[in-house]
T-cell receptor, first 114, second 112 residues
Framework: DAGITQSPRYKITETGRQVTLMCHQTWSHSYMFWYRQDLGHGLRLIYYSAAADITDKGEVPDGYVVSRSKTENFPLTLESATRSQTSVYFC?????????????FGAGSRLTVL | KNQVEQSPQSLIILEGKNCTLQ??????????LRWYKQDTGRGPVSLTIMTFSENTKSNGRYTATLDADTKQSSLHITASQLSDSASYIC???????????FGKGTTLSVSS
């Protein structure tokens, strides 16, 4: 199916565990992004990638790791989850720099860290 | 500091009524402004994008306005429907190479 898909949609984990959120897009968009959304905050950028093997930090990168070995995949890893990382995570993509195009978002991954 | 402020934080209206959501920004220099609609449990979806030279743009029952001089935008919803219940997010793009600045959103509830 065409589009941008995130998995899992829901995840409950414990403090200290490693968690990986997956993001897959079928358009071959160059740019991919990870955001987190929390009550009282707007969407905040965690990491982004301009192309395969090119990633860069966003506003709130601490505690997260990303990789982009293939254009279509952009996984987000929490190496040692903390309660403060309980959030809804959104992956997004766009063909060019976000200033020129509209972001297309996935449906989100709701993560709860106990 | 580049900021995007939206008001009101939440709004409840009756089906069929009109409403206007506000977005004020301090981002400078300004490139464009987008309004997104986010249904509960879904990712945001773009409604409209406005550049510096555009004052008004419509997308069905949604009309966005932009005053680049006062750094204000509004989203007007006409003849609201239950399906308009969602969060509406204002996003501003500054100069090339800078990240998008997201507002916290306005939660709209349309009741019958």
């Amino acid at each position: 199916d065409a589009g941008i898909t995130q998995s899992p949609r829901y995840k409950i984990t414990e403090t200290g565990r490693q968690v990986t959120l997956m993001c897959h897009q079928t358009w071959s968009h160059s740019y991919m992004f990870w955001y987190r959304q929390d009550l009282g905050h707007g969407l905040r950028l965690i990491y982004y990638s301009a192309a395969a093997d090119i990633t860069d930090k966003g506003e709130v990168p601490d505690g997260y790791v990303v990789s982009r070995s293939k254009t279509e995949n952009f996984p987000l890893t929490l190496e040692s989850a903390t309660r403060s990382q309980t959030s809804v995570y959104f992956c997004a993509s766009t063909a060019f720099d976000s200033g020129a195009n509209v972001l297309t978002f996935g449906a989100g991954s709701r993560l709860t860290v106990l | 500091k580049n900021q995007v402020e939206q008001s009101p934080q939440s709004l409840i209206i009756l089906e069929g009524k009109n409403c206007t959501l506000q977005c004020n920004y301090t981002v400078s220099p300004f490139s464009n402004l987008r309004w997104y609609k986010q249904d509960t449990g879904r990712g945001p979806v773009s409604l409209t994008i406005m550049t510096f030279s555009e004052n008004t743009k419509s997308n069905g029952r949604y009309t966005a306005t932009l005053d680049a001089d006062t750094k204000q935008s509004s989203l007007h919803i006409t003849a609201s429907q239950l399906s308009d219940s969602a969060s509406y997010i204002c996003v501003v793009k500054g100069q090339a190479g800078t990240a998008l600045i997201f507002g916290k959103g306005t939660t709209l509830s349309v009741s019958s």
